[in-house]
């Protein structure tokens, strides 16, 4: 007697799954979403991207594909109430990781982790804990203008501008947190207010955020290691500072860093931004 052959099959998604998914993720009892520029369907057509189905109905997808090319991180993980969803990762991951392992550059795959259930299963998965993400506000007046180097010019960002800040934001970034000239774009276009720090004409930092409500978020903030140490964030902070609470009139500023950045914790706390006691763990897969 041959044996019963499995309900469960696992195959690629793709762009025309998209009506199918975005009726399963309206159904997920289980799901974990990458903070993100994209939305998780967004991700579709870029591998590995896995759907777990059963009898040809979707159970369970996974998506962690490489952007830029040296870091994955897990964009999307849901699953349905009929299954265990440390069952059904267990699924999805193997192939995952199969498919993450045959790429010409090997990606660092990453979590962030938003919720209890998911860094249980995380841990239970050889992933580590790499480091934290703190939640800082400010709301307080705009903080004093500084003394700053000659010839320091902040000015608006604009489309011409994306490639010299894609160089400024990988050299300052360490890997997992650099963003592609895509992501960038995406940011760029969705931020509501952007700068630019310029020296003899060159762009040495910038910060993009956005409106958010009665609140703001900044989003991201860097400055060329060469031009380091020149109060070039501090500037950059505070004309910002400026814009939201002055001009716009919103109540505060929000931001995320790392537990271990100790450059941007120091100035965000000079600045005058507190700690919100909120924090997301950020776990390393050593596959
Ligand atoms: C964080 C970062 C933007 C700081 O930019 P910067 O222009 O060097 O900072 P500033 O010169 O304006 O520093 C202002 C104050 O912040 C503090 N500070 C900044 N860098 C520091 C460091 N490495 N160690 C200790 N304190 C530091 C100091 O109090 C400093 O005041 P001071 O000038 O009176 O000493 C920069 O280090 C960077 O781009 N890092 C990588 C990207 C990043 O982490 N971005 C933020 C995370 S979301």
Redesign the pocket.
């Known amino acids: 007697m041959s044996p019963t052959p499995s309900p469960y099959g696992l195959r690629p998604a793709h762009p025309e799954d998209r009506l199918l998914l975005s009726r399963f993720l309206n159904n997920t009892a289980y799901s974990h979403r990458h903070l993100d520029w994209r939305e998780p369907l967004e991700w579709l057509g870029r591998q590995p991207f896995v759907i777990l189905e059963k009898n040809h109905e979707v159970q369970a997808i996974l998506s962690c594909p490489a952007e830029p090319q040296e870091v994955g991180w897990v964009r999307i993980f849901a699953a349905g109430g009929n299954l265990s969803p440390a069952w059904a990762w267990n699924m999805l991951f193997e192939r995952a990781l199969s498919t993450l392992s045959a790429a010409p550059v090997k990606p660092t795959l990453v979590s962030l982790s938003l919720q209890d259930w998911y860094t249980d299963m995380l841990l239970a998965n050889r992933f580590t804990h790499h480091q934290d993400i703190v939640v800082l506000a400010y709301d307080d007046p705009p903080p004093a203008v500084l003394q700053l180097g000659d010839g320091l010019v902040v000015r608006e960002m604009h489309t011409p501008d994306l490639p010299a800040v894609v160089a400024v934001d990988n050299l300052?970034?360490e890997s997992i947190w650099r963003m592609s000239e895509d992501d960038i774009t995406r940011a760029y276009e969705k931020s509501t207010h952007k700068t630019v720090a310029l020296l003899d004409d060159q762009i040495v930092?910038y910060q993009m955020s956005a409106l958010s409500g009665f609140s703001a978020h900044l989003a991201?903030?860097?400055?060329s290691p060469a031009f380091?140490?020149?109060?070039?964030?501090?500037?950059l902070l505070q004309e910002l500072l400026e814009h939201f609470i002055n001009l716009q009139g919103t109540w505060g500023v929000t931001?995320?860093?790392q537990d271990t950045?100790?450059?941007?914790l120091?100035?965000y706390q000079?600045v005058g931004f507190r700690l919100t006691g909120e924090r997301f763990p950020v776990f390393v897969h050593p596959y």
């Open positions: 300052a970034f930092g991201r903030l860097a400055v380091q140490h020149r109060r070039i964030g501090y500037r931001l995320n860093t950045n100790y450059a941007s120091a100035l000079k």
